[in-house]
């Protein structure tokens, strides 16, 4: 049975550079349907690869109940990952167990696209918000090759208007930038979703994990992307959202939607960093380049209760001091950090 939260057990955590928990990421699976080149390539997570069994998973009862917690204590914003976070079964009844959280103000999910053309109107009945879409070539071939399962460009596009059509809107467009492979796709991106109306995320390829042969020659900095889409589609800047967005934004001149880049690596944006993420065995890590994660499936199992976890949050956040991107080098990106398919993006 899911506990009611007491007020003896709310309140805004703060860590150690002053920055208030807000944002959750909650991986529901690690496992997913491609072989993306960038996070779970097929050298390492190949036919025999050992993913995690079911019993090790936390339950949609168990997240929910630590996602109380969490908003609780600040958190306004849940986005729903993986692994490919639809091949979990019934994730749709996750997403109306969550939406129901009071005082939780954005519910999202990202997705790869593959079965969204199936599940958008679901999880919009069920009560999520907004969805972004993983996406980093239109040409099949590139694509193909990014996400080396041979999955095909269309089918990723119906699930995106099939999600505009369920009202998940405004929909992300999210790509990975390895400038080997598709840096001469950004324009064709930004044309194509200009025109379509949904808002492109141009992503900085980053050192996460320690599979994805990381190398900064590969990185595309977010300042040469703009120049590139700038110079066929004017931009002018545009003010984020809400303090801690990661992306920065631009608006079309033409006043016809608008871009963003994410730079990890070229423009860290530790300073404002408000995510912590909970995997999908419950384990939380307070950046996306942890190397250690605080176990709170294991109390919850033992039956502890929500004053409890809430001191074990508490003792997590507080104590945070991350700053990867800040001090990023070529000893630390060769650190074993764990894996995105297992953190969550």
């Not at 044309?191 to 996460?208: C, K, N, P, S, T």
């Given at each position: 049975m899911v506990q009611t939260l007491r007020s003896p057990v709310r309140g805004m955590l703060i860590d150690s550079r002053q920055r208030p928990l807000r944002d959750l990421r909650i991986s529901v699976t690690d496992r997913c349907n491609f072989r993306c080149v960038y996070c779970m390539p097929k050298e390492v997570f190949g036919r025999d690869y050992k993913f995690m069994p079911s019993a090790q998973l936390l339950t949609f009862e168990e997240i929910t109940r630590l996602a109380r917690i969490f908003v609780a204590h600040g958190v306004k914003k849940i986005r729903l990952t993986g692994g490919e976070p639809l091949v979990r079964s019934d994730i749709e009844k996750l997403v109306a167990m969550l939406a129901q959280i009071e005082g939780l103000e954005d519910l999202a999910l990202t997705t790869n696209g593959s079965l969204l053309a199936?599940?958008?109107?679901?999880?919009?009945?069920?009560?999520?918000?907004?969805?972004?879409?993983?996406?980093?070539?239109?040409?099949?071939?590139?694509?193909?090759?990014?996400?080396?399962?041979?999955?095909?460009?269309?089918?990723?596009?119906?699930?995106?208007?099939?999600?505009?059509?369920?009202?998940?809107?405004?929909?992300?467009?999210?790509?990975?930038?390895?400038?080997?492979?598709?840096?001469?796709?950004?324009?064709?991106?930004?044309?194509?979703?200009?025109?379509?109306?949904?808002?492109?995320?141009?992503?900085?390829?980053?050192?996460?994990?320690?599979?994805?042969?990381?190398?900064?020659?590969?990185?595309?900095?977010?300042?040469?992307?703009?120049?590139?889409?700038?110079?066929e589609l004017p931009l002018e800047p545009f003010p984020p959202n809400y303090p801690g967005e990661v992306a920065t934004r631009f608006r079309y001149k033409d006043g016809s939607g608008e871009v963003g880049v994410i730079a990890s690596v070229t423009e860290p944006f530790c300073p404002s960093c408000t995510r912590a993420r909970l995997s999908s065995d419950g384990k939380l890590f307070t950046c996306l380049f942890g190397i250690v994660g605080t176990d709170f499936r294991t109390p919850l199992r033992l039956g502890k209760s929500d004053e409890e976890l809430s001191e074990l949050l508490r003792s997590a956040w507080t104590v945070r001091a991350d700053r990867y991107s800040e001090i990023r080098s070529s000893r630390t990106a060769a650190l074993s950090k764990v894996e995105m398919s297992y953190i969550g993006g």
């Open positions: 199936r599940k958008a109107r679901a999880l919009k009945d069920a009560g999520l918000r907004r969805i972004s879409v993983s996406l980093d070539a239109l040409d099949n071939g590139i694509f193909q090759s990014m996400n080396d399962v041979g999955f095909p460009v269309e089918h990723v596009l119906e699930g995106i208007e099939a999600a505009a059509a369920a009202g998940l809107a405004p929909i992300k467009v999210n790509m990975v930038v390895k400038r080997s492979i598709n840096r001469h796709c950004i324009v064709d991106m930004a044309r194509y979703f200009h025109a379509a109306g949904h808002i492109l995320r141009i992503i900085e390829f980053m050192d996460v994990g320690h599979t994805n042969g990381w190398n900064m020659d590969e990185v595309v900095p977010a300042a040469e992307v703009i120049a590139l889409i700038n110079a």
